[in-house]
């Protein structure tokens, strides 16, 4: 298995359904996944993507500056992903963000366990 391939194929998917729309993120969720948003939590799917869906912008452009991944559990059944870059919503200036996320293997595929976002202000 190849944590960068794995972390970079998610975060390119991830963000491509991130702007096509939010909705589409609802499969990468589970009922015990848990969203920390700006400091706000949301746990499961459902609640996640209706978060997600909800936030007050319509367009929203991700540009990924850097992304490291490792190895989060022994047998290599959880990966942790950290991502910074720059978000556009509305076509407004751009914005430092950092996401955190951990996925969990399934089958031959992963899941979001743990997503966390902030952006970077100050």
């Known amino acids: 298995m190849d944590i960068t391939t794995i972390a970079k194929n998610f975060t390119e998917f991830y963000y491509s359904q991130f702007a096509l ?3 589409n993120l609802a499969p990468l969720y589970r009922p015990h996944s848990m969203l920390t948003w700006e400091g706000k939590q949301f746990q499961g799917g459902a609640n996640i ?18 992304f490291d991944a490792q190895p989060s559990s022994l047998d290599m059944s959880t990966l942790l992903i950290s991502v910074t870059g720059l978000l ?3 076509g ?3 914005l430092q963000f950092s996401q955190v996320f951990v996925l969990a293997k399934e089958s031959e595929s992963f899941y979001v366990l743990n997503d966390m976002f902030r952006l ?3």
């Not at 993507?49 to 850097?66: G, R």
């Open 21 to 23: 729309g939010r909705q």
């Open 49 to 66: 993507v209706q978060h997600l869906t909800e936030l007050p912008f319509e367009k929203v452009a991700h540009k990924i500056s850097t």
């Open 92 to 94: 407004d200036q751009e």
């Open 88 to 90: 556009r919503v509305d």
């Open 120 to 122: 970077n202000l100050g």
